[in-house]
């Protein structure tokens, strides 16, 4: 498949004039829009899928005792032989209360396959949902996920001190949550034992994506149901709750993205994000201490769902530019 840097450049004239249209628009109908580019980046992820049948994939192994607890690893053979590669976890999407890891049996193994391909072991993650699992399941998740990772990524070739998480929406909600929030960090009154304490070892890093940073139950967020099933009926809640609440704790490398044209309040949201730990970095960096790599970028032209609906499907800038800080 040809590779593109062009935001939108793998698709159809037609097709990219549709998302021009309906991106000023995006937060009136996400559901009809999300399906929209599903159906447009799935022939290409299918097609990109199956000119790659050597990339092994391990489906529905459990990292904890829930039917969702459940992820699946992608390796290409040569990964797993070798030894020693960057291992990304992905997070995906659902507005907290629905989403699956695969939804069509593409996309979102469009993304841990992509990663895959251009040698990394790839974790695509599932995790419990609202109401059923309420604040901080999500999170809790994630770090049992870490966990699962650093035991067993070392069978396919991973390093386990190059884990990188990448989050998706809620999914990036719940990354940045595990990283930062003090409920979770330590978990010593949980049920899973913390992995993000300081034994072992943080994540490598972190890319947000489009991430629900803030609770928010906005007269014009499509999602506000979610957000309450997840962070509770309690509004006066949802401040100290809210990852951005605990921004300036979070002490990996980290890359916050953002799409054009996303779900009402998400774009600026992720640069606040971005702005609070910059300033915390800065204030550190002025004492002397030493700060971790911080990166934001805004994907022009792309909306809340193709801003991962696109990995696999020949178009690489953003792919390219997460490679490149993994890799700083």
Same mark, same amino acid.
């Given at each position: 498949?040809?590779?593109?840097?062009?935001?939108?450049?793998?698709?159809?004239?037609?097709?990219?004039?549709?998302?021009?249209?309906?991106?000023?628009?995006?937060?009136?109908?996400?559901?009809?829009?999300?399906?929209?580019?599903?159906?447009?980046?799935?022939?290409?992820?299918?097609?990109?899928?199956?000119?790659?049948?050597?990339?092994?994939?391990?489906?529905?192994?459990?990292?904890?005792?829930?039917?969702?607890?459940?992820?699946?690893?992608?390796?290409?053979?040569?990964?797993?032989?070798?030894?020693?590669?960057?291992?990304?976890?992905?997070?995906?999407?659902?507005?907290?209360?629905?989403?699956r890891k695969s939804v069509n049996g593409f996309i979102y193994?469009?993304?841990?396959?992509?990663?895959?391909?251009?040698?990394?072991?790839?974790?695509?993650?599932?995790?419990?949902?609202?109401?059923?699992?309420?604040?901080?399941?999500?999170?809790?998740?994630?770090?049992?996920?870490?966990?699962?990772?650093?035991?067993?990524?070392?069978?396919?070739?991973?390093?386990?001190?190059?884990?990188?998480?990448?989050?998706?929406?809620?999914?990036?909600?719940? @990354?940045? #949550?595990?990283?930062?929030? &003090?409920? *979770?960090?330590?978990?010593? !009154? %949980?049920? /899973? +034992?913390?992995?993000?304490? =300081?034994?072992?070892?943080?994540?490598?890093?972190?890319?947000?994506?489009?991430?629900?940073?803030?609770?928010?139950?906005?007269?014009?967020?499509?999602?506000?149901?979610?957000?309450?099933?997840?962070?509770?009926?309690?509004?006066?809640?949802?401040?100290?709750?809210?990852?951005?609440?605990?921004?300036?704790?979070?002490?990996?490398?980290?890359?916050? @993205?953002? #799409?054009?044209?996303?779900? &009402?309040? *998400?774009?600026?949201?992720? !640069? %606040?994000? /971005? +702005?609070?730990?910059?300033? =915390?970095?800065?204030?550190?960096?002025?004492?002397?201490?030493?700060?971790?790599?911080?990166?934001?970028?805004?994907?022009?032209?792309?909306?809340?769902?193709?801003?991962?609906?696109?990995?696999?499907?020949?178009?690489?800038?953003?792919?390219?530019?997460?490679?490149?800080?993994?890799?700083?």
């Amino acid at each position: 498949m040809r590779a593109v840097q062009e935001p939108l450049g793998n698709l159809s004239g037609e097709t990219r004039e549709h998302f021009a249209r309906i991106g000023p628009v995006w937060g009136s109908d996400i559901n009809a829009h999300r399906d929209f580019v599903v159906q447009a980046y799935t022939p290409l992820v299918a097609a990109a899928s199956a000119a790659d049948p050597a990339c092994e994939i391990e489906r529905d192994l459990a990292y904890g005792s829930h039917e969702r607890q459940r992820l699946d690893v992608f390796v290409q053979p040569e990964t797993r032989a070798k030894g020693g590669a960057d291992v990304v976890l992905f997070v995906h999407g659902g507005a907290f209360v629905r989403g699956r890891k695969s939804v069509n049996g593409f996309i979102y193994d469009n993304v841990p396959r992509w990663f895959a391909r251009q040698g990394c072991v790839a974790i695509n993650v599932e995790y419990r949902l609202a109401p059923e699992a309420p604040y901080p399941a999500g999170a809790e998740d994630v770090a049992a996920a870490l966990a699962w990772a650093r035991e067993h990524v070392a069978r396919f070739g991973g390093d386990a001190r190059r884990i990188f998480l990448v989050g998706h929406s809620a999914g990036g909600a719940h @990354v940045a #949550a595990a990283l930062g929030d &003090p409920l *979770l960090v330590p978990l010593s !009154a %949980a049920p /899973f +034992a913390s992995p993000l304490d =300081a034994s072992p070892a943080p994540p490598a890093g972190a890319v947000l994506i489009s991430a629900r940073l803030v609770a928010d139950v906005l007269p014009d967020n499509p999602n506000a149901p979610g957000v309450r099933a997840y962070f509770g009926a309690d509004e006066a809640q949802y401040a100290q709750r809210s990852p951005l609440a605990h921004a300036e704790r979070i002490d990996v490398p980290l890359m916050v @993205v953002v #799409a054009e044209f996303e779900n &009402p309040y *998400l774009d600026a949201y992720g !640069a %606040a994000f /971005f +702005a609070r730990v910059a300033e =915390a970095r800065q204030r550190a960096a002025s004492a002397g201490e030493r700060t971790q790599p911080l990166r934001f970028m805004q994907m022009a032209r792309h909306n809340h769902t193709s801003v991962v609906a696109h990995f696999d499907s020949g178009e690489t800038l953003l792919g390219d530019a997460i490679l490149a800080f993994f890799r700083a």
